[in-house]
């Protein structure tokens, strides 16, 4: 699930995006989630690896920038 991240401010603003990758830490573990945008015509297992090609990319970005 990639849900909706962002704020209204009090001038009437605000700024909204669809979390579609997302890393949270909580202490020493990681989670990585990776989402995909399903419309009409999307085929359920193109999606799918999707999700999975967008997650490697991630951990890959992290296991980078731990050397």
């Known amino acids: 699930y990639a849900g909706a991240v962002g704020y209204f401010s009090f001038n009437g603003c605000c700024d909204f995006a669809i979390a579609i990758r ?3 830490f909580d202490g ?3 989670f990585v989630q990776s989402g ?7 085929i359920p297992e193109n999606e799918f690896k999707e999700t999975g090609h967008k997650a490697n990319a991630m ?3 992290l296991k980078e920038a731990s050397n």
């Open 28 to 30: 020493e573990k990681g």
């Open 36 to 42: 995909s945008g399903i419309v009409s015509d999307s």
């Open 22 to 24: 997302s890393i949270f």
């Open 59 to 61: 951990l890959t970005a």
